[in-house]
């Protein structure tokens, strides 16, 4: 009918993480908020030796940046980084997301070590999943082909809801006294060393099998 060109809808703009091709892994735009060096080095690696193209931002306030400038299809975002870290740079970008009426991008957190509460407040940030470094290359591609394929129910609130389950209660606060080590990563030491991010024993499972990146 006559006129009825000025009352069609605008497409919908396209998603930008589409599902996932069976048997085919898919080339993503992927962010990467971390500050150190080595760090870098070793994720820009791994991402790209499984074919990703990599952005990378130095702190919290970068990632917001360049999520506004770039928007890429998913976020490994380092939650300890100097000025603005990983948590308020997740809960920004989740702000702006909603203000545009934009889909959430996936984003994974990353630290050195596991804290107790670290995953209430990546839950509480709108952050998806959660990985403890040094991270290794199977793990990483496991999680972002994961998150690339549009599932809902992302592995961190997975987690969360069975350990809900599974442990009612909390466990007792460690006593301040005690100077002994202890293997339980709750209670691990918050400073990131290279020693906590580079297991010299497993460099070669780190770096995906690759003995290049290993030595380096």
Not at 75 to 92: C, H, S, W, Y
Not at 139 to 148: G, N, S
């Amino acid at each position: 009918p006559a006129g009825s060109a000025g009352t069609e809808e605008a497409p919908e703009p396209p998603a930008r993480v589409a599902k996932a091709v069976p048997g085919k892994e898919r080339r993503l735009r992927i962010l990467l908020a971390e500050d150190n060096p080595l760090n870098q080095k070793l994720a820009m690696a791994l991402l790209r030796m499984g074919g990703h193209e990599v952005l990378v931002a130095e702190n919290g306030a970068g990632a917001v940046e360049t999520f506004e400038q770039e928007r890429p299809d998913l976020i490994l975002m380092d939650i300890q980084m100097p000025g603005m870290d990983g948590l308020e740079a997740t809960r920004l970008i989740r702000e702006k997301e909603g203000r545009l009426r934009e889909g959430p991008v996936p984003i994974i957190a990353m630290t050195a070590c596991a804290m107790t509460g670290d995953r209430e407040r990546c839950l509480a940030a709108g952050m998806d999943d959660y990985m403890s470094k040094p991270i290794r290359q199977e793990d990483l591609m496991a999680k972002i082909r994961h998150l690339a394929g549009g599932d809902k129910e992302t592995p961190l609130r997975q987690i969360e809801a069975s350990e809900q389950q599974e442990r009612p209660g909390t466990a007792p606060a460690p006593d301040p006294g005690d100077t002994r080590k202890t293997s339980d990563p709750s209670v691990a030491d918050q400073t990131e060393t290279p020693e906590q991010v580079f297991d010299q024993s497993s460099l070669l499972a780190i770096a995906g099998g690759n003995a290049d990146l290993a030595e380096e």
